[in-house]
């Protein structure tokens, strides 16, 4: 038999939750396009997200390890997809609409520069005076200005939704700035889903890479509560951490933090009795919560790790480095812009010239980042 896009609504109608977003009721896109026959809108953003120039250079951007330290390490595009399936995992239990959590999921890191958290700080720092760089922005200006695919329009022409998810994305790290996106409402209850997915992951996976990287050890953390309950669910006490046991300890990590996720959230839908996006978006409180216990618990895990694997002196002096090449790199462009390849040159009467070289930097992986560094800079590289 044919599924058609109609019978797909049709499913999403019929078994998702009251407050989940439908991809029928859409508020739509920028662009007016017919929608396809076997897709539903949600469905064909994720794809178009998925085949972007942006999503394919994720792979060679930075987590908290940078490119060249080995190929064990997450990247962004490696956390993104594991976002992206946690968010799912969570959207299904909920009675939440899946394709717009994984659509959110798969564009919500397209705006980070090269050398992860250092690299955009260092990008802020330089646009100061010109508008300023958050990543959550330069995702939305990726989707909607900068990857040209069509003739018809600019960017991605993606729904209403994906872009208000996009805009919405918030963590410990990070602030919303939706002032065109119904700023007074929060987000969609993907939109949310996608937020904590992506706490949940880069905490896991961070504490993952610590270990696995040597940076940290077991019995650095002994006394942190979270990985005593770890230890005691596995049954693993005493000696160092194989590859198979840390594997263990971190699947259960998830595992617990997802539970508790869909109890914790799940009661509090119950109690704010909700029946749609809009009342739900109209509350004063964001419904996805862990339970109070695994958030003191989480408190004291993400202390720990910032204390000893962000803080660590090699990934200090990797955020130095990195400061410095991105640094050094805006000042030349800037002082010179004839050294810019010629396509990103007439993006300058566009954008301005500090716009043109934040999107053209932002834009780069850490190995072309130093590899540019290196035929500006270093006179036996061949520019």
Known sequence: MLVTRENLEAQE????????????DSQGRKYEEEEPEYRTVFQRDRDRILHTTAFRRLEYKTQVFINYEGDYYRTRLTHTLEVAQIGRALARAL??????????????????????????????????????????????????????????????????????????????????????YNPELRGHLEAQIVNIAD????????????????????????????????????????????????????????????????????????????????????????????????????????????????????????????AQVITQLFEAYLSKPEILPMHVREQIELYGLERTICDYIAGMTDRFAIEEHQKIFDPRVKP
């Open 13 to 24: 109608a019929n078994t998702l939750a009251p407050y989940a977003c439908l991809s029928k």
């Open 199 to 322: 706490e949940l992951a880069y905490t896991t996976h961070d504490l993952d890479d610590g270990l696995r990287s040597g940076m940290l050890t077991a019995h650095d953390l002994d006394g942190i509560t979270l990985w005593e309950i770890l230890l005691e669910s596995v049954g693993i006490r005493g000696a160092d951490l194989d590859d198979l046991a840390r594997h263990r300890l971190i699947r259960r990590m998830i595992g617990l933090e997802v539970s508790d996720l869909i109890h914790t959230t799940h009661q509090r839908l119950r109690d704010s009795n909700v029946r749609s996006v809009e009342e739900l978006q109209s509350l004063p409180y964001n419904v996805m919560a862990f339970s109070e216990d695994m958030y003191r618990r989480n408190r004291e895990m993400k202390d720990f790790l910032y204390a000893n694997l962000y803080r660590h002196y090699r990934v200090e002096r990797m955020a130095v480095k990195a």
């Open 95 to 180: 009675g939440a609409n899946e394709d717009l959590v994984e659509a959110i999921s798969l564009a919500h890191d397209l705006g980070h520069s090269a050398f992860g958290h250092s690299g955009e700080m260092t990008l802020a720092r330089l646009m100061r005076d010109h508008e300023g760089f958050d990543h959550n922005k330069q995702s939305l200006r990726i989707v909607t200005v900068l990857e040209r695919r069509y003739p018809e329009f600019p960017g991605l022409n993606l729904s209403w939704e994906v872009r208000e998810g996009i805009v919405k994305h918030e963590s410990e790290y990070d602030t919303a700035d939706a002032r065109e």
